[in-house]
């Protein structure tokens, strides 16, 4: 079995095939968390969540992207297209009272995220690029605040802004009176970084970007230096498409056409398995006993 720890199933792209791809997921014994990016997103979790008695849960937040900033760029892509047009302002109340309806018992909110930092579209004067990080730390202090009131491990979102998630991190770790525990969904940082990240005790979420170069990043050292107890894998699904024949080439452009979905999730599985030397199974087993710790499911 293996547990898809970032996934977004609640997004338009599957709006009308959603309930065949978790079918088609679960009768292959993966089970898949759905992360909401804005309140829409974090709703359709929920719901999609709630329709199955085990295997699907749901992860919700404001992720940095949709605050009110006006600075994503449309890229030929539905999703990014919504994004631009509904952008919000973190409502506590209002994630929380969603948290509320799904925990307990029916426990399907399992973490809130994906939250953090997202630096790729910056703005260009230093005063609004100022502000644009000031907005973007307030919504993750008052996530990471509701996170802690609920009792809820975090699922962060970190592009080109390590050095400031870090030292919030650090802060935020040394004055508050609780564990928080989390997941860097997605990581892609220095070797440095990620054993920032170990030493405040968070776990590591890799997906199909590890099939890519991206410069300064070294992934295979990455999977290398992460222990076996703290490695989580994800599809981010509709993105990120491993390459998932041989002859699919890896060029971004190319596999963009090809969805992505949980069904994939065993190639990142397999990639990190020959990277650690370990048997595909080592690697499905252990990755699935961490992430139904790390969640509780
Ligand atoms: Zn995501």
């Known amino acids: 079995m293996l547990i898809d720890t970032h996934a977004h ?57 949709h605050l ?23 409502d506590y109340g209002k994630y929380k009272e969603l948290a509320l309806q799904s925990l307990g018992e029916k426990g399907k909110v399992v973490a809130i995220g994906e939250i953090g930092l997202d630096y790729y579209w910056k703005p260009k004067t230093k005063r609004k690029l100022e502000l644009f990080k000031e907005r973007q730390k307030t919504a993750l202090l008052k996530q990471l ?16 802004a390590h050095k400031d998630l870090l030292e919030i991190l650090n802060y935020k770790l040394k004055t508050i009176n609780y ?13 440095e970084q990620l054993k920032e990240y170990l030493k405040m005790g968070f776990y590591i979420g890799f997906n199909g970007i590890i099939f890519k170069s991206i410069k300064g990043i070294n992934f295979e050292e990455n999977i290398k230096s992460t222990p076996l107890d703290r490695i989580l894998i ?14 699919q080439c890896l060029d971004q452009h190319k596999s963009a056409f090809i969805r992505n979905e949980p069904m994939y999730l065993k190639y990142v599985a397999e990639k990190i398995a020959e990277i650690k030397n370990l048997s595909f199974e080592k690697i499905a087993e252990i990755t699935t006993k961490n992430a139904k710790k790390l969640f509780t499911l």
């Open 9 to 65: 199933l609640n997004f338009a792209t599957f709006k009308n095939d959603v309930d065949e791809v978790i079918k088609k997921t679960l009768g292959n014994s993966i089970w898949v968390i759905n992360v909401g990016t804005k309140y829409e997103t974090s709703k359709k979790a929920v719901e999609i969540a709630e329709k199955y008695e085990r295997g699907v849960y749901a992860i919700i937040g404001l992720h940095p992207i």
């Open 68 to 90: 009110e900033t006006g600075l994503v760029k449309i890229k030929n892509d539905q999703e990014e297209i919504e994004l631009k047009t509904k952008e919000e302002d973190f």
């Open 145 to 160: 605040n509701l996170a802690k009131e609920l009792n809820l491990p975090v699922c962060f979102h970190c592009r080109m």
């Open 179 to 191: 564990e928080l525990k989390g997941v860097m969904h997605g990581f892609v940082g220095t070797a």
């Open 234 to 247: 994800e599809t981010d699904c509709p993105y990120l498409t491993p390459p998932v024949s041989v002859n």
